[in-house]
Antibody
Framework: QVQLQESGPGLVKPSETLSLTCSVS??????????WGWVRQAPAKGLEWIGS???????YHNPSLKSRLTMSVDASKEQFSLRLRSVTAADTAIYYC??????????????WGQGTPVTVSS | DIQMTQSPSTLSASIGDRVIITCRAD??????LAWYQQKPGKAPRLLIY???TLESGVPSRFSGSGSGAEFTLAISSLQPDDFATYYC?????????FGQGTKLEIK
Protein backbone atom coordinates (compact mmCIF):
# COMPACT_ATOMS: atom_id res chain seq x y z
CA GLN A 1 0.00 0.00 0.00
CA VAL A 2 0.99 3.63 -0.38
CA GLN A 3 3.32 4.95 2.31
CA LEU A 4 4.77 8.37 3.04
CA GLN A 5 8.14 9.01 4.65
CA GLU A 6 9.51 12.38 5.70
CA SER A 7 13.21 13.21 5.70
CA GLY A 8 15.25 16.23 6.59
CA PRO A 9 17.37 17.82 9.32
CA GLY A 10 16.04 17.67 12.85
CA LEU A 11 17.74 20.91 13.87
CA VAL A 12 17.63 24.26 12.07
CA LYS A 13 19.12 27.56 13.24
CA PRO A 14 16.92 30.63 13.62
CA SER A 15 16.60 32.73 10.43
CA GLU A 16 17.71 29.81 8.26
CA THR A 17 15.61 27.69 5.86
CA LEU A 18 13.90 24.46 6.83
CA SER A 19 13.86 21.90 4.03
CA LEU A 20 11.91 18.65 4.22
CA THR A 21 11.19 15.95 1.67
CA CYS A 22 8.44 13.36 1.59
CA SER A 23 8.99 10.14 -0.34
CA VAL A 24 5.95 8.32 -1.72
CA SER A 25 6.22 4.56 -2.03
CA UNK A 26 3.76 1.92 -3.19
CA UNK A 27 1.99 4.35 -5.52
CA UNK A 28 2.54 7.18 -7.94
CA UNK A 29 2.73 10.84 -6.99
CA UNK A 30 1.34 11.65 -10.46
CA UNK A 31 -2.01 10.02 -9.80
CA UNK A 32 -4.31 12.90 -10.69
CA UNK A 33 -6.83 12.18 -7.95
CA UNK A 34 -4.52 13.18 -5.14
CA UNK A 35 -2.92 16.28 -3.75
CA TRP A 36 0.02 16.06 -1.36
CA GLY A 37 0.78 18.29 1.55
CA TRP A 38 2.14 19.12 4.96
CA VAL A 39 0.66 19.43 8.45
CA ARG A 40 2.60 20.34 11.56
CA GLN A 41 2.09 19.96 15.28
CA ALA A 42 3.96 22.15 17.73
CA PRO A 43 4.90 20.55 21.08
CA ALA A 44 1.80 19.76 23.12
CA LYS A 45 -0.25 21.75 20.62
CA GLY A 46 -2.83 21.03 18.00
CA LEU A 47 -2.54 20.52 14.28
CA GLU A 48 -1.84 23.19 11.66
CA TRP A 49 -2.23 22.76 7.91
CA ILE A 50 0.78 24.19 6.07
CA GLY A 51 -0.02 23.70 2.41
CA SER A 52 -0.90 21.29 -0.38
CA UNK A 53 0.40 20.66 -3.89
CA UNK A 54 -0.66 18.70 -6.97
CA UNK A 55 1.97 17.09 -9.19
CA UNK A 56 0.87 19.50 -11.95
CA UNK A 57 2.06 22.39 -9.79
CA UNK A 58 -1.18 23.72 -8.34
CA UNK A 59 -0.52 24.77 -4.77
CA TYR A 60 -2.53 26.01 -1.80
CA HIS A 61 -0.79 27.61 1.17
CA ASN A 62 -1.79 28.62 4.65
CA PRO A 63 -1.75 32.45 4.45
CA SER A 64 0.00 32.57 7.81
CA LEU A 65 3.04 30.95 6.18
CA LYS A 66 2.66 31.83 2.52
CA SER A 67 5.35 34.49 2.33
CA ARG A 68 7.96 32.04 3.71
CA LEU A 69 6.78 28.81 2.10
CA THR A 70 7.72 27.03 -1.10
CA MET A 71 6.46 23.58 -2.06
CA SER A 72 7.52 21.50 -5.02
CA VAL A 73 7.10 18.06 -6.58
CA ASP A 74 9.80 15.89 -8.16
CA ALA A 75 7.74 13.29 -9.99
CA SER A 76 10.81 11.43 -11.25
CA LYS A 77 11.79 10.70 -7.66
CA GLU A 78 8.22 10.27 -6.36
CA GLN A 79 8.92 13.02 -3.84
CA PHE A 80 7.50 16.34 -2.78
CA SER A 81 9.23 18.97 -0.71
CA LEU A 82 8.75 21.86 1.67
CA ARG A 83 10.99 24.88 2.15
CA LEU A 84 10.22 27.30 4.96
CA ARG A 85 12.41 30.40 5.09
CA SER A 86 13.43 32.57 8.02
CA VAL A 87 12.43 30.08 10.70
CA THR A 88 11.95 30.98 14.34
CA ALA A 89 11.35 28.99 17.49
CA ALA A 90 7.64 29.12 16.65
CA ASP A 91 8.34 26.77 13.73
CA THR A 92 9.52 24.02 16.10
CA ALA A 93 7.11 21.13 15.53
CA ILE A 94 6.59 17.64 14.25
CA TYR A 95 6.09 17.92 10.50
CA TYR A 96 3.86 15.37 8.79
CA CYS A 97 3.52 14.81 5.09
CA UNK A 98 0.00 13.90 4.04
CA UNK A 99 -2.13 12.83 1.10
CA UNK A 100 -5.38 14.54 0.14
CA UNK A 101 -7.96 12.77 -2.04
CA UNK A 102 -9.28 15.16 -4.68
CA UNK A 103 -12.87 13.94 -4.82
CA UNK A 104 -15.82 15.15 -2.86
CA UNK A 105 -14.08 18.22 -1.60
CA UNK A 106 -10.33 18.65 -1.39
CA UNK A 107 -9.08 18.87 2.14
CA UNK A 108 -9.22 15.67 4.14
CA UNK A 109 -5.93 13.95 4.96
CA UNK A 110 -6.35 10.23 4.39
CA UNK A 111 -2.73 9.13 4.63
CA TRP A 112 0.01 10.43 6.92
CA GLY A 113 3.73 9.95 7.22
CA GLN A 114 5.12 9.03 10.61
CA GLY A 115 6.23 12.61 11.18
CA THR A 116 9.64 14.17 11.59
CA PRO A 117 10.52 16.42 14.53
CA VAL A 118 12.15 19.73 13.73
CA THR A 119 13.68 21.99 16.35
CA VAL A 120 14.65 25.59 15.63
CA SER A 121 17.50 26.54 17.90
CA SER A 122 20.96 28.04 17.74
CA ASP B 1 -9.82 31.70 9.25
CA ILE B 2 -12.64 29.45 10.47
CA GLN B 3 -12.17 28.61 14.13
CA MET B 4 -13.10 25.11 15.25
CA THR B 5 -13.94 24.55 18.91
CA GLN B 6 -14.24 21.10 20.45
CA SER B 7 -15.89 20.14 23.69
CA PRO B 8 -15.07 18.78 26.08
CA SER B 9 -11.29 19.22 26.07
CA THR B 10 -10.94 16.12 28.20
CA LEU B 11 -13.40 13.27 28.59
CA SER B 12 -13.14 10.44 31.11
CA ALA B 13 -15.07 7.29 30.30
CA SER B 14 -15.12 3.55 30.90
CA ILE B 15 -14.90 0.57 28.60
CA GLY B 16 -18.30 -0.01 27.04
CA ASP B 17 -19.52 3.57 27.49
CA ARG B 18 -21.04 5.60 24.69
CA VAL B 19 -19.33 8.96 24.32
CA ILE B 20 -19.98 12.03 22.23
CA ILE B 21 -17.52 14.76 21.25
CA THR B 22 -18.82 18.03 19.86
CA CYS B 23 -17.16 20.29 17.31
CA ARG B 24 -18.43 23.79 16.49
CA ALA B 25 -17.35 26.05 13.67
CA ASP B 26 -17.68 29.82 13.93
CA UNK B 27 -19.48 29.83 10.59
CA UNK B 28 -21.20 27.26 8.40
CA UNK B 29 -18.92 24.68 6.81
CA UNK B 30 -21.86 22.76 5.25
CA UNK B 31 -20.78 19.11 5.57
CA UNK B 32 -17.04 19.40 4.97
CA LEU B 33 -15.83 18.11 8.30
CA ALA B 34 -13.40 15.32 9.15
CA TRP B 35 -12.47 13.57 12.39
CA TYR B 36 -9.06 12.16 13.30
CA GLN B 37 -7.75 9.97 16.08
CA GLN B 38 -4.22 10.47 17.40
CA LYS B 39 -2.36 8.26 19.85
CA PRO B 40 0.79 9.40 21.69
CA GLY B 41 3.83 9.46 19.44
CA LYS B 42 1.81 8.56 16.36
CA ALA B 43 0.44 10.41 13.37
CA PRO B 44 -3.27 11.20 13.28
CA ARG B 45 -5.56 8.71 11.56
CA LEU B 46 -8.56 9.74 9.48
CA LEU B 47 -11.75 8.26 10.95
CA ILE B 48 -14.62 10.10 9.30
CA TYR B 49 -14.96 12.58 6.44
CA UNK B 50 -17.79 14.61 4.94
CA UNK B 51 -19.37 14.64 8.41
CA UNK B 52 -20.51 11.03 8.48
CA THR B 53 -18.62 8.85 5.98
CA LEU B 54 -16.51 6.23 7.69
CA GLU B 55 -13.00 5.84 6.31
CA SER B 56 -12.17 2.33 5.13
CA GLY B 57 -11.14 0.07 8.00
CA VAL B 58 -12.64 2.21 10.76
CA PRO B 59 -14.87 0.24 13.16
CA SER B 60 -18.60 0.85 12.88
CA ARG B 61 -18.82 1.91 16.54
CA PHE B 62 -17.58 5.30 15.30
CA SER B 63 -20.17 7.60 13.76
CA GLY B 64 -20.41 11.25 12.83
CA SER B 65 -23.31 13.61 12.39
CA GLY B 66 -24.22 17.27 12.07
CA SER B 67 -24.38 20.01 9.49
CA GLY B 68 -23.76 23.70 9.13
CA ALA B 69 -21.69 24.66 12.15
CA GLU B 70 -22.29 21.93 14.73
CA PHE B 71 -21.04 18.37 14.52
CA THR B 72 -20.59 15.34 16.73
CA LEU B 73 -18.41 12.26 16.85
CA ALA B 74 -19.94 9.34 18.71
CA ILE B 75 -18.28 6.14 19.85
CA SER B 76 -20.97 3.63 20.70
CA SER B 77 -19.14 1.20 22.97
CA LEU B 78 -15.66 2.25 24.03
CA GLN B 79 -12.88 -0.24 23.50
CA PRO B 80 -9.40 -0.05 25.05
CA ASP B 81 -7.96 0.97 21.69
CA ASP B 82 -10.19 4.06 21.55
CA PHE B 83 -8.47 6.02 24.30
CA ALA B 84 -6.68 8.74 22.37
CA THR B 85 -7.00 12.37 21.33
CA TYR B 86 -9.60 13.27 18.72
CA TYR B 87 -9.50 16.25 16.38
CA CYS B 88 -12.09 17.71 14.05
CA UNK B 89 -11.05 19.57 10.90
CA UNK B 90 -12.95 21.73 8.44
CA UNK B 91 -12.15 21.66 4.75
CA UNK B 92 -14.91 23.96 3.56
CA UNK B 93 -12.50 26.79 2.90
CA UNK B 94 -8.81 27.71 3.06
CA UNK B 95 -6.95 27.58 5.29
CA UNK B 96 -8.04 24.18 6.53
CA UNK B 97 -8.29 24.36 10.30
CA PHE B 98 -8.46 21.90 13.17
CA GLY B 99 -10.12 21.89 16.54
CA GLN B 100 -7.91 21.98 19.60
CA GLY B 101 -8.49 18.31 20.38
CA THR B 102 -10.41 16.20 22.87
CA LYS B 103 -8.44 13.79 25.02
CA LEU B 104 -10.42 10.66 25.82
CA GLU B 105 -9.15 9.10 29.03
CA ILE B 106 -9.94 5.93 30.90
CA LYS B 107 -12.04 6.60 34.00
Amino acid sequence: QVQLQESGPGLVKPSETLSLTCSVSGGSITFASFYWGWVRQAPAKGLEWIGSIHYTGYTYHNPSLKSRLTMSVDASKEQFSLRLRSVTAADTAIYYCVRLPNWGALGRFDLWGQGTPVTVSS
Amino acid sequence: DIQMTQSPSTLSASIGDRVIITCRADESITSWLAWYQQKPGKAPRLLIYETSTLESGVPSRFSGSGSGAEFTLAISSLQPDDFATYYCQQYYTYPFTFGQGTKLEIK
